[in-house]
């Protein structure tokens, strides 16, 4: 799920009502700047008593989030080839931050034992029925996706996973360049957030992604481990990616997620 390709897709549903609403928002991603301050509490770093037996693929499937799971929005279990990244595809100018590019790219971290994907699409509210038509495309289009990846290690692979994503968060605050399926990605500052609830340890970042037409777009990672299996969620909204507004992750979808880990 790149950010360049989700946010084609938002601006082919209307170009022209887009750039009416870019315009509207003019300074959206000072917006996105001030929602930033004051957050940030660090990440957990409870450990568990001995390294967890690592799940297989099989018991990764059963653990991975389904339809049944959520309330709202449609659970795809076998993903797109959009969406499929593998993780020779992600690369970064900085090897330091090459943890949060493989994040956000709902690329599995180091060398998991097992590893399966899921994606989460929510769904818009509809407008009424005298909504002007520009602002019934902005429901239409404001919606959440999240990439979900669930994988599993041996020995201390989960707890080193997630302290790499935190160590990059920290080197690559300032921002970083990647490149995911040959395309371009310009990430200017990195957030680290509040921390989710549940599991053994979590952390969450917002980066920060220059788009077109100037627009400073939120793209959000949230990571929870537990045992020895890390489930790491990478979420847009489409139309943040042509705004720069702020959004919010599902976080009912990631207490769904993480309880099936038990």
């Keep these: 799920m790149r950010t360049s390709s989700v946010r084609r897709t938002a601006l082919a549903a209307s170009a022209a009502a887009l750039a009416l609403l870019v315009t509207a928002c003019g300074g959206s991603g000072d917006d996105q700047d001030k ?19 690592a799940l297989t693929a099989a018991e990764l499937e059963k653990a991975a989030l389904a339809q049944s799971d959520v309330k709202s929005g449609k659970v795809a279990t076998k993903l797109p080839a959009s969406d499929d990244i593998a993780v020779e595809k992600v690369e970064t100018e900085d090897a330091a931050c090459l943890p ?7 690329v599995a971290q180091g060398e998991p034992a097992a590893s399966v994907k899921r994606s989460w699409t929510g769904e818009p509210v509809k407008p009424s029925a005298d909504t002007k038509p520009e602002d019934a495309l902005v429901a239409a289009l404001n919606l959440e996706k999240m990439l979900i990846n669930l994988a599993s290690y ?7 996973a997630v302290k790499g994503l935190v160590a990059a968060a920290e080197k690559c605050a300032g921002g970083f360049k990647a490149t995911v399926v040959g395309e371009p990605m310009n990430v200017e500052k990195v957030a680290t957030t509040d921390a989710p609830e549940g599991g053994d340890e979590g952390a969450a970042f917002t980066l920060t992604v220059a788009a077109d037409e100037g627009v400073k777009a939120p793209a959000k990672i949230v990571v929870v481990r537990k045992g020895a299996t890390v489930v790491t969620f990478s979420a847009v909204n489409l139309v943040s990616m042509a705004t720069g507004k702020d959004f919010e992750v599902p976080a009912d979808v990631v207490a769904a997620q993480v309880g099936k880990l038990g």
């Design 100 to 106: 949060l590019a493989h994040a956000q790219a709902g």
């Design 154 to 160: 041996d020995g201390d692979g989960a707890e080193q």
């Design 35 to 53: 929602g930033d301050e004051g957050k940030g509490k660090p990440a957990s770093t409870t450990s568990a008593a001995a390294p967890a037996k």
